[in-house]
């Protein structure tokens, strides 16, 4: 028995020996055609005495249920007994799809203080790729920053992984758990303790500790999510080890900006310096996204310039192929040279390169349209440029990190170039036409392939050439079903071709019962030019608004010809929302002038007179403190202008009379929803909240269901009471949902849906890894882990090490007895491989998942090996 004993602890030092060395790594891919990818496996591992284990060569388990064996490419000894590895290898996908690369090697390193045992731990990192049409090519980030690095106690500790996409996607940071078997979290790891905390920014990706607390060697896992238009599209769970020490030294500090903004095809000098308190002396070093494009040089140089300061310069002579929306992040390293721990600081700079401006942008006015023309910009890279207009000039002027027309300079995008060269855009408002009396003004961005804009062009302004009327007056001057009355007045043109017209000249009158003029019918004309006056009689002005157009005609016989184009105006019309105590006025018009200000009339019972109430800016009014189921009646006089001289100002309009009474049409506020799934019980815990302005009126709730993303939402809960809050739904087909909630008051007015909470994080098909069909009653099946819920059907393959398949179904259940589907015999001891697909029920409905794996199958038969 002792002869045993010592064997057993023989072999286990032989394996602790040989077979333990992992510290840090990470997957990383190209994308070479369709299907086909480079693969890249990172690793750092464990050097010096009693590190003997190396690696030539590493297994990739691909998640389509193959491997293969990687070989290789790149060995560097580092300091500190650190060894650096690559490997790498191509690997074609049979199709799309979502696939865990995955790879593990035997074992850690000795002495990981919060991974116990970790010597005996598998050491395990992981990379999640899909494969889609609708994505096109993707590549996964590139991480500058190495996965290992010193902190000591009672300092906070920053590190970057550098991540650099080449696509230009947005990148997302988590902490994670780190992996074992299976890629599975190592169940007694534990994050490495902090006097305060241990972070890590979502977005910049600094992982902040604050602070260690004790010395020793520390594993943390980091998941870099990748998304593209707010999908994500793949991930990559990088292993990270960080050594900590005790010192009395304190680390350098680096000054430097924390953005930069460069324009393209210009070289950026940046200079920035490091200091270390202690007087050390200060190493820096730089990398990121700038040393890895392919087009354009960047370069980095440093120098020591005093007790414990040093300064650098980053150069980088940028090209227009680097525009993009993701900013290039640099990273800055300074590192003390102090024995025995030196220390370091990291400063992330974001450099975003933005696209030139357009340049030379030309206006040539008619009476109702713009003609707008600008140089091609000096990228060819250009796909589209984008117009931007608003009525009098703004002063922008852009700051140097300001892409684009910002919303709050009051400018609007109205039409869009695509391609390279084509630069000219005819602005006459989408045929409509531009209303004279404006200073139109102008600004041209360029469009780059990934949809950022570039600088914007110097803004341009112009007025339109005055050859047609102008309306400046559309007032009701009584409000009636049968005799309404509305006044008209316009200015006469001044600044057409008179020599093409000679004249006479005739007005034609048009008038349309909308407001949009969709129905245009010629109702008069005037036969002099000065004739600018119109009354419209025996209109019903009570129910409908009216519009107008002047056509300004050459009335020369055999020389007749419309004069420009006119454009439409309004009588101002009120639409009158019924609430509780109170009425909202709005102000309904279409009229090519700025109404800066309105005054509400409202009658008199007492007086019989309309009294002024107020005045407004906006297009609206609302009335309160007011009678529910009492009638009101109103009126509106506007005041605008024209913003160029020579027009009447102010333009003075009256509308119809209007009478509404309030009454309680105002639904609750709308209510926050928060929801989880509680994958162990199979239900999803849905709770909200609801303001408390509008808790007292709250009657009722409904709760709406879809099990799909798309899906049609059902009503699963309409409690009755204000204090239900909170439900468990527990689904029939799929965990897979999306949930919102509704509130109701008294009156049944029902709230706009609350925000939508989609949830589809429970995955239950699991199978397990060792089978002992002998007989005994217990474990003669292999099925998978229970229980197991929402899945539609399985494919799985069940091989032996020479890839000759023993077992295959479709049943969920699978109820494999152990035994070789050919001949009905048990299948000798030994592992056995699956791949297994899963189609599951999840929110854009059944999705397949990939599962590889092994089984230790245990039969204490001594049946043969099968072989073909």
């Known amino acids: 028995m002792k002869r045993i004993v010592i064997v057993i602890l023989l072999s286990l030092w032989a394996f602790t020996a040989h077979c333990t060395h992992n510290r840090a790594g990470e997957i990383t891919y190209q994308q070479i055609s369709d299907l086909t990818y480079k693969i890249t496996i990172t690793t750092y591992t464990a050097t010096g005495p009693g590190w003997t284990a190396d690696r030539d060569q590493l297994e990739i388990l691909w998640g389509d249920g193959t491997s293969s064996v990687l070989p290789r490419v790149e060995l560097v000894d580092l300091p500190d007994f650190y060894r650096y590895n690559r490997y790498e290898g191509t690997h074609t996908f049979p199709g799309p799809g979502i696939y865990e690369l995955v790879v593990e090697d035997p074992n850690r390193n000795l002495g990981v203080e919060n991974i116990p045992n970790s010597v005996n731990t598998l050491f395990s990192i992981s990379t999640t790729l899909m494969i889609s049409s609708n994505l096109g090519s993707n590549n996964t980030p590139v991480l500058t920053q190495p996965p290992v690095d010193k902190a000591a106690v009672g300092q906070i500790f920053i590190h970057n992984p550098g991540a650099f996409d080449p696509d230009g996607d947005s990148i997302s940071y988590k902490l994670t758990i ?126 020591v310039v005093g007790a414990g300061e040093s300064e650098g310069r980053f150069r980088w002579q940028t090209v227009c192929a680097h525009v993009r929306k993701q900013p290039y992040l640099l990273n800055i390293k300074a590192e003390d040279n102090s024995s025995p721990t030196s220390l370091v600081d990291i400063k992330n700079i974001n450099i975003y390169v933005v696209g030139p401006a357009v340049k030379n942008v030309q206006l040539i006015p008619t009476s109702n349209s713009i003609s707008v023309s600008w140089n091609p910009n000096r990228c060819t890279e250009v796909i589209a440029y984008n117009i931007y207009r608003r009525i009098t000039a703004s002063g922008f002027i852009p700051d140097f990190c300001e892409i684009g ?139 409908y608004p009216y519009s107008y157009k002047i056509e300004f005609f050459n009335d020369e ?38 109404n800066h200000e309105y005054h509400v009339f409202r009658f008199n019972e007492n007086s019989l007179l309309f009294d002024s109430i107020g005045f407004t800016e906006d297009d609206y009014f ?53 929801g989880e799934s509680v994958c162990d019980s199979t239900y999803n815990r849905l709770f909200w909240e609801i303001a408390d302005s ?105 091989t032996n090490r020479w890839g000759i398949v023993v077992y295959e179904t479709d049943d969920p259940e699978i109820n494999w007895d152990g035994r070789y589907f050919k001949n009905n015999k048990l299948v000798s001891d030994g592992v056995y491989f699956y791949t297994c697909d899963v189609y599951e029920r999840r929110l854009t409905g059944v999705e397949v998942r990939h599962l590889t794996g092994f089984i230790h199958v245990i039969t204490g038969s001594d049946t043969q090996p099968i072989s073909e």
Request: one cysteine or more; charged letters at 20%.
């Open 694 to 798: 509008s808790y007292k009126d709250v009657f009722a709730y409904k709760l709406y269901y879809s099990p799909t993303l798309e899906g049609e939402s059902s009503i699963i809960y309409n409690p009755h009471h204000k204090d239900s809050t909170f439900f468990l739904h527990y689904p029939i087909t799929s965990m897979a949902g999306c949930y919102y909630v509704t509130a109701i008051d008294s009156f049944l007015n029902e709230s706009q849906p609350s925000n939508r909470v989609c949830l589809d994080n429970c995955i239950y098909y699991k199978l397990p890894n060792v089978f002992t069909p002998n007989a005994d009653g217990f474990n003669d099946l292999y099925t998978p882990v229970k229980p197991y819920y929402f899945v539609e059907k399985i494919e799985i393959k069940i």
């Open 178 to 303: 780190c992996r074992g078997t299976n890629g599975e979290p190592i169940p007694s790891y534990s994050f490495p303790p902090a006097s305060n905390s241990l972070t890590i920014n979502e977005i910049t990706g600094d992982l902040v500790w604050d602070a260690p607390t004790q010395t020793g060697v520390y594993n943390i896992a980091i998941l870099i999510e990748e998304w593209r238009s707010g999908v994500k599209i793949g991930e990559i769970v990088r292993d990270m080890q960080i050594e900590v020490y005790e010192t009395d030294n304190l680390p350098p500090e680096i000054v430097a900006p924390s953005v930069i903004c460069v324009e393209a095809d210009s070289l950026l000098i940046l200079e920035f310096s490091a200091t270390d308190s202690d007087g050390d002396s200060v190493m820096l070093s730089a990398y990121g996204g700038p040393f890895l494009v392919m087009e354009g040089t960047a370069s980095f140089e440093w120098e």
């Open 405 to 543: 027309v910002p919303e709050e300079t009051g400018y609007e995008l109205v039409g869009t170039t695509d391609g390279y060269s084509n630069t000219l855009f005819i602005d006459n408002d989408n045929g409509a036409g531009l209303p004279q009396g404006f200073e139109y003004c102008y600004i041209i961005t360029a469009v780059f392939p990934d949809g950022v804009e570039g600088y914007a062009s110097e803004e341009v302004c112009t007025e339109l050439i005055r050859g047609i009327p102008t309306i400046t007056n559309v007032s009701v001057l009584e409000t009636d079903e049968n005799n309404g009355e509305i006044y008209i007045a316009w200015s006469k043109p001044t600044e057409f071709d008179t020599v093409q017209a000679p004249g006479p000249y005739k007005y034609l009158i048009y008038r349309s019962n909308d407001l949009w003029g969709e129905n245009m019918q010629l109702i008069d004309s005037t036969l002099s030019i000065n004739d600018t006056v119109f009354i419209d009689t025996g209109l019903n002005t009570l129910e």
């Open 622 to 674: 609302i009335d309160k403190g007011l009678v529910n189921g009492l009638e009101y009646c109103y009126y509106v006089k506007s005041k605008g202008t024209f913003n160029v001289e020579g027009l009447i100002s102010p333009i003075i309009n009256l509308s119809h009379e209007q009478c509404a009474s309030p009454v309680d049409t105002v639904p609750p506020s709308i209510p926050v929803l928060h």
């Open 557 to 594: 016989p055999e020389n007749r010809f419309l004069i420009g184009t006119p454009h439409i105006a309004s009588s101002i019309f009120l639409d009158i929302e019924e609430g509780d105590n109170e009425l909202k006025i709005n102000f309904l018009k279409n009229v090519p002038w700025l």
